[in-house]
């Protein structure tokens, strides 16, 4: 019996890759680096905002310790300043999630985004109760694929691996997924396409957000 859905942030739920190359290339445009194509964040973004900042400056072949520092810190206090510019949820989103809190399911989020950008963002684009509990990034828990930080939301949500489909659109969530032990659903409409998501263990992929409440109805009968 499906109790609850554990839902990726970025990718999944909102669109913010308009908003995270926006932050990451001004933050690379600070320190006279080259920009890269917003499209590309699509393979780069995924493992934290560290891993970011790190592939993106190897993407321009410029790493260094001293440079990773100042274009990090430069990322995070820009996109800290104001999480919400030009992030929006995908279309069907919201209504999704309201469908899921009239049938009595949990929704909640964990992401790999630094934790008070995930929650200010959810804040912002979600209207209040729909997301049960939000979970970003934070020092001491290791980021997804490790499982640590699911199972620390689930606690809150108070419902157990068996009982949750996790939903997210990268090769990362669909191996969290699997270390939970959950069902795992995979959507087309995020950064990565559905033979990543298969690959990776996907249960299911999804092209359109209603298609989770299928999925649901189809468990739970």
Known sequence: M?????FDLDGTLLDTLTTISYYANLALAK????PIDKERYKYLVGDGAKILIERMLKERDCFSAELYEKVYGFYNESYDANPTYLTEPYPGITDMLCELKKRGITAGVISNKPDYAARSVCTAKFPEGLLHTVRGQV?????KPDPQGAYMTLD???VKSDEIIYVGDTGVDMVTGKN?????VGVQWGFRDSAELMENGADEVISEPHELIKIINKINI
């Open 2 to 6: 499906i109790k609850a859905c554990l």
């Open 31 to 34: 320190y006279g680096i080259e």
């Open 139 to 143: 020092e001491g828990v290791r980021i």
């Open 156 to 158: 809150t949500m108070n």
């Open 180 to 184: 939970l032990g959950a069902y795992t």
